[in-house]
């Protein structure tokens, strides 16, 4: 029905740089809030940045200044990661609202993940 595909994860250095892309399709009607989530080892994911449908943005106080999360367009994001720390390393999940063509309301769709690793 509807798919969310990440791309762009890999290991970087301290102090390097990755983007993130999420891209959704299917049957869709209309796209919501997109947004970044990460879990990492042992810990609960936790939200990473995310972008409502008329452009606002949220971010984690870990990753202010350093991430920045834009729309390509309304089925697409892109998460632009700077600066990175080995604290970044997890699994990043795109997570999306989308209203299923032919149903009613937005439900939440999650991707499969992308594993991004940051060391020396």
């Known amino acids: 029905q509807v798919q969310l595909v990440e791309s762009g994860g890999g290991s970087v250095q301290p102090g390097g740089s990755l983007r993130l892309s999420c891209a959704a399709s299917?049957?869709?009607?209309?796209?919501?809030?997109m947004g970044w989530y990460r879990q990492a080892p042992g810990k609960d994911r936790e939200l990473v940045a995310k972008?409502?449908?008329?452009?606002?943005t949220n971010y984690a106080d870990s990753v202010k200044g350093r991430f920045t999360v834009s729309r390509d367009n309304v089925k697409n994001i892109v998460l632009q990661m700077n600066s990175l720390k080995p604290d970044d390393t997890a699994v990043y999940y795109c997570?999306?609202?989308?209203?299923?063509?032919?149903?009613?309301?937005?439900?939440?769709?999650w991707g499969q993940g992308t594993q991004v690793t940051v060391s020396p």
């Open positions: 299917g049957n869709i009607f209309s796209v919501y809030t």
């Open positions: 997570r999306a609202d989308i209203t299923v063509r032919g149903t009613g309301l937005p439900r939440e769709f």
């Open positions: 972008i409502v449908k008329g452009g606002n």
